[in-house]
């Protein structure tokens, strides 16, 4: 069992930048079993959405509509994954979730609210 507990998010305006992270914690072997930490997204009546994820070695992938304006980082030794998110318009408001290995667990999710 992994808990990820996330914290950031907030109210900004358009072209402004907020920043999430996200820890996880559990026993040793589910820690240990975490290969990938990412991002994903869902805006009312939308379906989540895959927002940035960070592999153990350190390949990421990005959603086309967040390329060049997010960035995710990993911190290892903290089982810690954070979003940094500049530029952020409008349609990037959603609640944000911290998943780990593609959706095996959840956080509780932030809302990222970007008014214009």
């Known amino acids: 069992q992994v808990q990820l507990v996330e914290s950031g998010g907030g109210t900004v305006h358009s072209g402004g930048s907020l920043s999430l992270s996200c820890a996880a914690s559990g026993s040793i072997s589910s820690v240990n079993s975490i290969y990938a930490m990412g991002w994903y997204r869902q805006a009312p009546g939308k379906q989540r959405e895959l927002v940035a994820v960070?592999?153990?070695?350190?390949?990421?992938n990005y959603a086309d509509s967040v390329k060049e304006r997010f960035t995710i980082s990993r911190e290892y030794a903290k089982n810690t994954v954070y979003l940094q998110m500049n530029s952020l318009k409008p349609e990037d408001t959603a609640v944000y979730y911290c998943t780990v290995n593609y959706g095996s667990y959840w956080g509780q999710g932030t809302q990222v609210t970007v008014s214009s």
């Open positions: 960070i592999t153990s070695g350190g390949s990421t």
